[in-house]
Nanobody, 116 residues
């Protein structure tokens, strides 16, 4: 049974930082793609930062230079370091993992609120 569990969300002032973590339980071998997505109020879910093959990464233009995605060597934990946060970064953040055998799983989401 595969599960993805996010943690690290919360309330932060504009300009502040947060670090999100995603823990993969179950079989973490043969992971193909891992990434972070978010869904803001009244908006569709959108990709934020992803590993797209090997260690290659892809960031949304809106977060380039502010957010950094990383993972451990065993790929069982993925993190998203978010700096210089803006009110428009307010959203529920989800981690997603796709396996080479076709498994596609999402975490339950963690709320990030950027407000003064």
């Amino acid at each position: 049974q595969v599960q993805l569990v996010e943690s690290g969300g919360g309330l932060v002032q504009p300009g502040g930082s947060l670090r999100l973590s995603c823990a993969v339980s179950g079989n973490s071998r043969n992971l193909n793609v891992m990434g972070w997505y978010r869904q803001g109020p009244g908006k569709q879910r959108e990709p934020v930062a992803r590993f797209i093959g090997g260690d290659a990464t892809l960031y949304a233009d809106s977060v380039k230079g502010r957010f950094t995605i990383s993972r451990d060597n065993g790929r069982a934990t993925m993190t998203l370091q978010m700096n210089s946060l803006k009110p428009e970064d307010t959203a529920v953040y989800y981690c997603r993992a796709v396996w080479t055998w076709g498994g596609d799983y999402w975490g339950q989401g963690t709320q990030v609120t950027v407000s003064s």
